[in-house]
């Protein structure tokens, strides 16, 4: 079988080419201009993305760990203070939580779902818990109406990391429908180039509805900067490019055609795996839309790196998002210690597997990758 091009994990050179014409111009725009580091371009970009998320301010950042950095810098917290996260996540989740010198709790996640429940959340709650930090895995939220319920209870902080979920709606039980990422205190993104709108080099985003944290914020990415020269608060140099930003404000308006065609890909792998028995395709959960940043499938037996390696055989690419919970990483030993493993944080990381996932995928190439995994199986 010929197929019409190498298979990728995403292919951002093929995104390019259909809208090149248009990133192009917003370049040079800017390379005329000489404004390079925030300026028109970029509030420009943050007012589209807010009214797209419907959000009241949109503070752009260099990249979303920054974001994730800033957001926790915003809220006063002291050495120490306890903030909880998943295990089963990118290691910056947890990054900025110990640079800071608070204290990550990693906790578990649900088996279906991948991220992390309410329930989990409260259990792991003690008088030093400051904040909670939700992530969106792969894509789908994790369940904001009860995560704020348990927030407000103990009275804690919810900063989403929405790296994976640009785009995802979520829908509240009396009907109302919110984009993930706005709905806690704060929310964080990345626009690193794969993420589902990516820049092209690093770029990232805050959310917020509060006034009072989207002025606060903005000052600590700016050098603590509130006048030119005048310096109210220890802060960071963390700003958007102008160039990321045209990059982003052209490719904004495709977002929703992007998240469809994810959900395509998603779809024809679902329906044709539904009948091996070793495969479980990715759960859809009643209240979030998954916009499919990765199609993780988790495959039982012990066999996954035998369906690796047979598909890297048929030049195949596919991934381990993630191999290892972060506890376990050497870094992270020292908020660890002594505590039991996560039983399903440990499972995860030895059955999930992504299989590649784009806006350009063709379904000559799909079928050759179904087929090659029913094959596997067979
Ligand atoms: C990508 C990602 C980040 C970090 O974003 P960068 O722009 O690479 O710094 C944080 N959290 C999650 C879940 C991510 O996927």
Redesign the pocket.
Known sequence: MTLPSKIVMVDLKGQYKKIEAAINAEIKEVLDSAWFIKGPKVNAFETDLANYLGVKHVISCA??????QIALMALDLAPGDEIIVPAF??V??AEVIALLRLTPIMIDVATDSFNSTADLIEAAITPKTKAIVP?H?FGQSADMENIMAIAKKHNLFVIE?N??AIGSAYTFTDGSVQKAGTIGDIG?T???PS?NLGCYG???AIFTNNDALAQKISIIANHGQHKKYHHSLIGCNSRLDAIQAAVLKVKLPYLEEYITARQTVAAYYDAAFADIPEITIPKRVANSTHVF?QYTMKIAGGKREDLQNHLAGLDIPSMIYYPIPLYKQIAFAPYYQGKAPLPVTEALCKEVMSLPMHTEMEEITLGYITEAVQQFFK
């Open positions: 990249n979303g760990t920054d974001a994730l996540t990118y910056a989740t992530v895995l990391d790296a994976q964080c990345s626009f690193f993420k690093d770029g990232g940043h």
